[in-house]
């Protein structure tokens, strides 16, 4: 689960590479099949999706609040996208 964080900052201090589709900034919602796509386009290794859907249900950095929901994405200009949805543990 740290590394899948430490892989969420670093691609989100990547141009054109946002991972937040939460408009709420004390929320992280994150499309997985893409968040996989870009950190493998990135060269990023990661467990399978499988897997990292079990690990991140126990995430207490950016504790984990529900999965499979529909968010009206703030990087797609209010697409919906399904999302995995955490508090933003890096907000105070």
Request: net charge positive.
């Amino acid at each position: 689960v740290e590394q899948f964080w430490e892989i969420y900052e670093y691609l989100n201090t990547l141009a054109q590479c946002e991972m937040n589709h939460s408009a709420d900034k004390k929320r992280i919602a994150i499309n997985l099949p893409r968040f996989y796509k870009i950190a493998q386009q990135e060269g990023q290794r990661l467990p399978d999706q499988t897997e990292m859907k079990r690990l991140l249900k126990s995430s207490q950095k950016n504790k984990f609040i529900d999965s499979n929901i529909s968010v009206s994405s703030a990087v797609f200009g209010n697409k919906t996208v399904k999302c995995w949805i955490f508090e933003n543990g890096m907000e105070g």
